[in-house]
C-alpha cells in the first residue's frame, strides 16, 4: 500500500483560495490511511467550513473512485464541469494522473505521499517496506529488504554500528500532525537476515557476495 499523510488545513486552503467550487476526490485504492468517500467527505465540510470562517466561502462536493492512479473508466466517474478545481484525496500519482485526464482544471493534493509499506493493523504503525529498486533480492535475503530495511542500504552485511541485534540510526516516529512522538532504534535489517537465512538453513545465501547495487536502473521517470 501507499503511505501517506494529511497535508495541513491551511496549506490546502491556500491551494484552494482563487477558486469558489471544488471537487474534493477521493480514492478507493491502495492509499493508507483510508481516503475514500467517508474521508472526502470529511475534507469537504472542513473547507467550506474554514474558508467560510474567512469570508471566502467555497462551495464543496465529494466523490469517490476505484483508482485514481488508473486512467481508463476515470472520465466515467468525475464529472468535472461546472467546477473550478479539483482536490485529490490520493497519492502524488493519483493527483499527477487527474492532472493529464482532466487538463481543463487543477487538481490539487491534499496528501503527502511518504512510502511504500505496511500496517501492522488498521490504524496502526506502518512501515516503510520497498524502495521499488526494479531488482527485488528478496530471494536471497530470507524475505528481508537490505535495500530499505538497512538504513545505509548495505549489500553484503552490516555495518559496524549494530550492537544487540539493533541499528545504530535513530528513528524518529511522528504523529499524523508531524510531531515526534517517539524516538526508536529499529531491528539491523542484516541482524534479521543473517537469523532468518539461519532459521531456513541457507547460510549459504548470507555468505554469498552481492555486487554493489545498480542505481543506474531507477533512474526516474521509469517506465514498462
Ligand atoms: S529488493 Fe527491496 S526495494 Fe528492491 S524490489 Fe525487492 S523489496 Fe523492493
Ligand atoms: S546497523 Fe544494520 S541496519 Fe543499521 S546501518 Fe548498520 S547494517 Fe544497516
Known amino acids: 500500500m501507499i503511505i501517506t499523510k494529511e497535508k495541513p488545513l491551511e496549506e490546502i486552503l491556500s491551494f484552494l483560495e482563487p ?3 471544488v471537487l474534493v ?5 491502495c492509499v493508507q490511511p483510508p ?3 467517508r ?4 475534507y469537504a465540510s472542513l473547507i467550506e467550513m474554514a474558508s467560510k470562517a474567512r469570508g471566502k466561502p467555497i462551495e464543496c462536493k465529494a466523490i469517490t473512485v476505484s483508482r485514481q492512479c488508473c486512467e481508463e473508466g476515470l472520465p466515467n466517474w468525475v464529472k468535472p464541469d461546472g467546477f473550478e478545481a479539483m482536490l485529490s484525496m490520493a497519492c502524488g500519482i493519483g493527483v499527477q494522473v487527474m492532472n493529464m485526464i482532466f487538463p481543463e482544471i487543477p487538481t490539487y493534493p491534499a496528501q503527502n505521499t511518504v512510502f511504500m509499506g505496511a500496517e501492522e493493523k488498521r490504524e496502526g504503525r506502518m512501515y516503510e517496506l520497498c524502495r521499488a529498486c526494479g531488482d527485488c533480492i528478496l530471494g536471497e535475503t530470507g524475505g528481508i529488504c537490505p535495500r530499505t530495511r538497512c538504513a545505509k542500504g ?24 508531524g510531531e515526534v512522538i517517539e524516538e526508536v532504534q529499529n531491528d539491523c535489517a542484516w ?7 539461519r532459521t531456513l538453513g541457507r547460510i549459504d545465501l548470507f555468505r554469498k557476495l552481492r555486487d554493489p547495487t545498480d542505481h543506474s536502473i531507477w533512474v526516474p521517470p521509469r517506465r514498462i
Open 25 to 29: 476526490v477521493g480514492c478507493d485504492g
Open 154 to 177: 548495505l549489500m553484503n552485511g552490516p555495518c559496524g554500528g549494530c550492537v544487540g541485534g539493533k541499528c545504530e540510526v535513530t528513528v524518529e516516529i511522528k504523529n499524523w500532525k
Open 39 to 42: 474521508e472526502a467527505e470529511t
Open 191 to 197: 541482524y534479521l537476515i543473517f537469523e532468518r537465512l
Open 35 to 37: 481516503r475514500g468517500l
Open 19 to 21: 477558486y469558489r467550487k
